[in-house]
């Protein structure tokens, strides 16, 4: 994938090159014979520039009063209810300091457990000396790292979106154009995934399809005169980890055909390039409409990349999709924006953090993605979990603790049953039965750990 340039200049940016582009004019058009007075011009000049800094800084607009209040509903989401109405942001109110409210959540990080360098629990402590206070991880085609993070997350108070990158391809229904891979981010709730017996199946399939991927690039390198084994790239993969594009470049650094893996990309492994194979991926349609029938929130990823982003945004909304990556370490993407404006789409964004070596790879965390953007995000997401959740717990059969250590409750069935039927519950106290009932799932997750997908 390759750069983007930098987002465009805001107003009061454009306004201030102005600015300094007139006064250069300004300078240029001086007597050439007059030093002193062309001197004076300049000094006057350097005090308006000052001046007019000055003034953009007392005119920042405070946050409304909509961020700050999106900032504690986020914010009691993220440390499970720890933050009172007086607190926002570590105790300050970001009204008083002029800045924008923001929480660092990163919605888009990979682990060892598919093509990232970090363990999971070296993942969450990267995020967590990053700032992060919610972490998607997102691992590509698996959700085998989610319970590890889960438990590394609970010693530095960060909450764990159990999350996938599902590799697909778009074929466009008109027929027109060629095919080109895509992928869709899947955020689930607190249990992971309604029906997770069908989700495994379908992952599985992806990853049985990367190992005919990886035979076939390895051919094409081969016929390049860069041979390889399979065994070898397997190995740097690690155990049981499915081989992708990374582990093969990982092996042609190691080989000594090229000196990095971006050079291995940008030569060789880029999308349609000498040695690019696809595997078994299924349709970007049938992605989503999984996601939506196991109880995720679906978000099409990198769509900056794709040659046709309108008609791929297009048919997937059509499929169910809730959101596009639009935010990005360098800002946002204005066009995607509109786009997502227009489709009704949720405007999110992450690093896509894997730790490879190259510089040039945005950190854990470094996406400054608005607090209202989260607070729709959550809007979205909370009543679909919510939803799985009490699809999942009934068929749960693992015993846990009773309340206050009175009972044992054999099956979530029977937790969700003390909660709805106690006597004297009123109904307006089922906001607070959501709120048990996700603690639990929690509690659960974290103890039992979800399908290995």
Same mark, same amino acid.
């Given at each position: 994938?390759?750069?983007?340039?930098?987002?465009?200049?805001?107003?009061?940016?454009?306004?201030?090159?102005?600015?300094?582009?007139?006064?250069?004019?300004?300078?240029?058009?001086?007597?050439?014979?007059?030093?002193?007075?062309?001197?004076?011009?300049?000094?006057?000049?350097?005090?308006?520039?000052?001046?007019?800094?000055?003034?953009?800084?007392?005119?920042?607009?405070?946050?409304?009063?909509?961020?700050?209040?999106?900032?504690?509903?986020?914010?009691?989401?993220?440390?499970?209810?720890?933050?009172?109405?007086?607190?926002?942001?570590?105790?300050?109110?970001?009204?008083?300091?002029?800045?924008?409210?923001?929480v660092a959540v990163e919605l888009h990080a990979?682990?060892?457990?598919?093509?990232?360098?970090?363990?999971?629990?070296?993942?969450?402590?990267?995020?967590?000396?990053?700032?992060?206070?919610?972490?998607?991880?997102?691992?590509?085609?698996?959700?085998?790292?989610?319970?590890?993070?889960?438990?590394?997350?609970?010693?530095?108070?960060?909450?764990?979106?159990?999350?996938?990158?599902?590799?697909?391809?778009?074929?466009?229904?008109?027929?027109?154009?060629?095919?080109?891979?895509?992928?869709?981010?899947?955020?689930?709730?607190?249990?992971?995934?309604?029906?997770?017996? =069908?989700?495994? &199946?379908?992952? %599985?399939?992806?990853?049985?399809?990367?190992?005919?991927?990886?035979?076939?690039? /390895? !051919? @094409? +390198?081969?016929?390049?005169?860069?041979?390889?084994?399979?065994?070898?790239?397997?190995?740097?993969?690690?155990?049981?980890?499915?081989?992708?594009?990374?582990?093969?470049?990982?092996?042609?650094?190691?080989?000594?055909?090229?000196?990095?893996?971006?050079?291995?990309?940008?030569?060789?492994?880029?999308?349609?390039?000498?040695?690019?194979?696809?595997?078994?991926?299924?349709?970007?349609?049938?992605?989503?409409?999984?996601?939506?029938?196991?109880?995720?929130?679906?978000?099409?990823?990198?769509?900056?990349?794709?040659?046709?982003?309108?008609?791929?945004?297009?048919?997937?909304?059509?499929?169910?999709?809730?959101?596009? =990556?639009?935010? &990005?370490?360098? %800002?946002?993407?204005?066009?995607?924006?509109?786009?997502?404006?227009?489709?009704? /789409? !949720? @405007? +999110?964004?992450?690093?896509?953090y894997h730790g490879r070596d190259d510089r040039?790879?945005?950190?854990?965390?470094?996406?400054?993605?608005?607090?209202?953007?989260?607070?729709?995000?959550?809007?979205?997401?909370?009543?679909?979990?919510?939803?799985?959740?009490?699809?999942?717990?009934?068929?749960?059969?693992?015993?846990?603790?009773?309340?206050?250590?009175?009972?044992?409750?054999?099956?979530?069935?029977?937790?969700?049953?003390?909660?709805?039927?106690?006597?004297?519950?009123?109904?307006?106290?089922?906001?607070?039965?959501?709120?048990?009932?996700?603690?639990?799932?929690?509690?659960?997750?974290?103890?039992?750990?979800?399908?290995?997908?």
């Open positions: 994938m390759g750069r983007m340039p930098p987002p465009a200049a805001t107003s009061s940016e454009e306004e201030e090159e102005a600015a300094v582009a007139g006064d250069v004019v300004v300078a240029a058009v001086g007597a050439p014979d007059d030093d002193a007075a062309a001197d004076d011009q300049e000094g006057e000049e350097q005090k308006k520039r000052r001046g007019r800094r000055k003034r953009k800084k007392k005119r920042r607009k405070a946050p409304s009063e909509e961020e700050v209040a999106a900032l504690r509903s986020v914010l009691r989401w993220a440390r499970r209810g720890e933050v009172r109405d007086e607190e926002a942001d570590d105790g300050q109110l970001p009204a008083a300091t002029g800045r924008r409210p923001r990979h682990s060892a457990c598919s093509d990232g360098s970090l363990s999971p629990s070296a993942l969450v402590q990267r995020a967590h000396r990053n700032g992060v206070k919610v972490l998607a991880l997102t691992d590509h085609d698996t959700m085998a790292g989610v319970p590890e993070a889960i438990e590394s997350a609970e010693q530095c108070s960060i909450r764990i979106i159990p999350g996938v990158e599902i590799s697909a391809v778009y074929s466009p229904s008109d027929g027109v154009g060629a095919e080109e891979p895509v992928h869709i981010l899947a955020y689930y709730g607190p249990l992971g995934p309604a029906k997770p017996q =069908e989700l495994d &199946r379908f992952l %599985g399939s992806i990853r049985d399809g990367r190992y005919t991927r990886a035979k076939e690039m /390895l !051919l @094409k +390198l081969r016929r390049l005169d860069m041979p390889m084994e399979l065994e070898d790239v397997c190995t740097i993969a690690g155990n049981g980890v499915a081989p992708g594009r990374l582990h093969v470049a990982r092996a042609m650094v190691e080989a000594g055909y090229v000196e990095n893996t971006r050079q291995a990309f940008n030569r060789f492994l880029y999308d349609g390039g000498p040695a690019y194979a696809t595997g078994s991926e299924p349709t970007g349609e049938s992605v989503v409409q999984l996601v939506c029938r196991t109880g995720g929130v679906s978000v099409l990823a990198h769509p900056w990349a794709l040659k046709n982003p309108v008609a791929v945004i297009k048919e997937f909304k059509a499929a169910g999709l809730h959101g596009v =990556e639009v935010y &990005r370490s360098d %800002g946002k993407l204005s066009g995607l924006s509109d786009m997502a404006d227009t489709y009704g /789409l !949720l @405007k +999110l964004g992450g690093s896509d040039d790879e945005p950190d854990v965390g470094s996406v400054d993605l608005p607090v209202l953007a989260v607070s729709k995000f959550l809007d979205v997401a909370q009543p679909i979990w919510h939803g799985a959740t009490k699809e999942i717990m009934p068929n749960m059969t693992e015993t846990v603790p009773g309340l206050n250590g009175s009972t044992e409750l054999s099956s979530g069935k029977d937790f969700c049953n003390l909660c709805l039927f106690s006597p004297g519950l009123e109904v307006t106290e089922a906001s607070e039965v959501e709120v048990l009932i996700t603690e639990f799932a929690d509690i659960a997750l974290s103890e039992i750990g979800p399908q290995d997908t």
